[in-house]
């Protein structure tokens, strides 16, 4: 499914596709690997860190203590059926959420949008529930993919595109590994 953007966000876009087509929705959040093949191909190995260190907590600060824990020398748990001759390529992070359309609303609905993000977001009606792929790579590049339930297409975002805490963090802990890894 080639989109004219890099392998990296190509291969993310794919990894959405398929959650769309097996409907996969409501998982946890994850951090992965970013992996390639001696043959170029890229895939992912998901990080094995207990379920509960995502739950309840800001994404960018579990990102930043995982970057901390790697610089203070507690290296990324890499999964037991990881390849050998693949190398690390980047990073990916999984989350779930919800984006609200503020196109359209009245200055009365906007008022009242202070009582809908008291953690109502999901019952307002212009809610939808949407996946996203971040990731960033050895060579700086930062990618994203993301999917809304109910579509079966990822919108795709590369370079400066891709801004936030996640690529930031994501960026930190890479940076992490790269430093001890010397």
Known sequence: MPTGMSDVTDTLAALLAVDAAFDLWDMPQSLALLTRSPSG?????TVPFPPDLWAGQD???VLDVIAAAVVQG???????DAPEDHTVDGLVLYTEGWQLSLAGLTSDELDSLDEWAAGRFPDHPRA???KTF???DIRGGRHAATLTRGHGTATTFEGV??????ADGLTAILAAVAITAN
């Open 41 to 45: 191909e890229l895939g992912t190995l």
């Open 59 to 61: 994404t960018a600060l």
């Open 74 to 80: 507690s290296p990324l748990p890499i999964p037991d």
């Open 128 to 130: 939808k529930e949407v």
């Open 134 to 136: 971040t990731a960033v």
């Open 161 to 166: 595109d891709v801004t936030g805490k996640a």
